[in-house]
């Protein structure tokens, strides 16, 4: 086909027929031919190298124009995108050929762009009547356009949207013309496919990366040697520095973080936390492992969450128990009390006789004692509710021991926000709480040889999970509970004190007092150097 062509052209040129003029005026339209060729080509391949997502789809337009204008006399380009079984106008150039807003929606009657959809022909549409058919001709009659080539874009069997070009002229485009701007427009839906999918995966890696970011515990992405390759943003707020590039079983300060299998899970205690490790190998298309994924999570809270939760079902047990026992002794403690008032207030006895019935009596009502404080502790006797001041029970509580803290010279330094809302309870019994907790603060202080004893006392106001409370805290400089005690230390009768010096039910009772106000009791404590307990009771909403 080529060597027709090219003997042709030579017998035009130089053939018998041939005159000089008839030479020159065959070679420019053959030159000028080839350069329209040349700048088809030159604008397709444009088009298939620079379309990307670096360039908009306005400046692909703009470029298509700008080129093609200089071979063929167009006048306006647009670009309307098919989704969801929507048409809607994506890119118009020039820009001051605009007359659908962009984000215009086509209708399916009267329009000539949804033929050429619904057919997947390409449509030469010249405009000659003055009465519009469709409603994209009103649009193209106040440009001043009468020839429109609508081409539908087709990727992969599928329409993706509509090309429009638009001249000034009639009659205007070639055969050659019409096979060029269907090769243009194969190429555009192909490139503007690519550039859907490829802009699809950069969503997805922004939004992992967001999400990555956005987490609220720690997650690390390390090599084999726990090198530390990529970190989210709670990773580098909980160690205050960059750490790209650090050791992350050094910085863990762990004695052992060997990762050998999927799912790897270890718990450890690090600055006063105690986190979850979880580790997840990251493997090549060989199944060879060559990062991990590690996933920490601070489950300081939540063990304490569940210790509070098992807490609450040994005392509820513990408290049905012990209101049996109770009810149970209550009978023969009194007769023992009794009687033994009565003997003792007849006279009469001998020093021997005396000493034993004072011994039954003081036993007797130390038990009597024991008895009400696991009546309180399983919640059986009722007290009234009324608003009180939170304050006010601790002055009571002090006006009653406070001197005795003098003796002992026990410091106490009160720091009670004024103003605060009040509480809805038993203002008794919530001084029994501050009793119990003030008590052991000076047993804990006594068992330490310290020059200065000091018992810190505050009130305040917080906000937590969504709700005002009213927390009071006690805090000492004493001797502080070992770590393994501390899920003990409210468990009725246990005690760290000597026998004879505490019945363990303190705290027990406390904790019950607390729970039946709607609130609870917190606990800090480091062994040697003190120990503070938080009341926290729900403010009653003014």
Known sequence: MVLKERESLIDKLTGIQSSKKSYYSELKVMVEELKKKNMQLEVINEVTQSLNIEMSIDEMLSNIFEKIKAFIAIDRISLSLYENNELFLS??????????????????????????????????????????????????HSLGIKSILIIPLVSKKAVIGILSIGSKELNHFS????????????????????????QKVLDTKK???????SVSDMIFITDTNGTIL?????????????????????LLELPDLAIIEENYFQEFHHKQHLFELRAYPIANKNYQ???????IIDITEKRKMEAQLIQSGKLAAIGEIAAGIAHELNNPLTAILGNSQLL????????????????????????KNIIQNLLTFSRQDEYSFDDFSINEAVEQVLDIIGDQFKKLNITIEKHLQKNMQCVQGNIQQIGQII?????????????????????????????????????????DNGSGIPHHQLQDIFNPFFTTKEPGKGTGLGLSVSLGIAEKHKGFIEIDSTYKEGSEFRLKLPAKCQ
């Open 435 to 475: 009793l119990n907790l003030l008590i052991n603060a000076k047993d804990a202080l006594e068992e330490k040889e310290i020059a200065e004893k000091v018992i810190h006392l505050e009130s305040s106001e917080v906000m937590e999970h969504g709700r005002k409370w009213i927390v009071l805290s006690i805090r």
């Open 289 to 295: 492992i060559y990062s991990y994924i590690i996933y």
């Open 207 to 213: 939004e992992w990366e967001e999400t990555f970011r």
């Open 230 to 250: 990529k970190c989210n943003k709670s990773a580098i707020n909980f160690f205050n520095s960059s750490i790209i590039g650090q050791n992350l079983q050094t």
């Open 91 to 140: 890119n118009v150039y020039p820009l001051d050929s605009i007359h659908f807003p962009i984000g215009y929606q086509f209708q399916r009657e009267n329009s000539l762009y949804w033929n050429s959809i619904l057919t997947l022909e390409k449509v030469l549409f010249k405009l000659k009547s003055e009465t519009p058919n469709y409603i994209e001709e009103a649009a193209y």
């Open 344 to 367: 003792l207030r007849g006279g009469s006895l001998d020093e021997r006789t005396d000493k034993l019935l004072s011994d039954i009596y003081v036993c007797g009502k130390r038990c």
């Open 175 to 198: 055969e050659a013309d019409l096979s060029f701007f269907q090769q243009l427009s194969d190429q555009i839906a192909v490139c503007i496919e690519n550039v859907k999918l490829y």
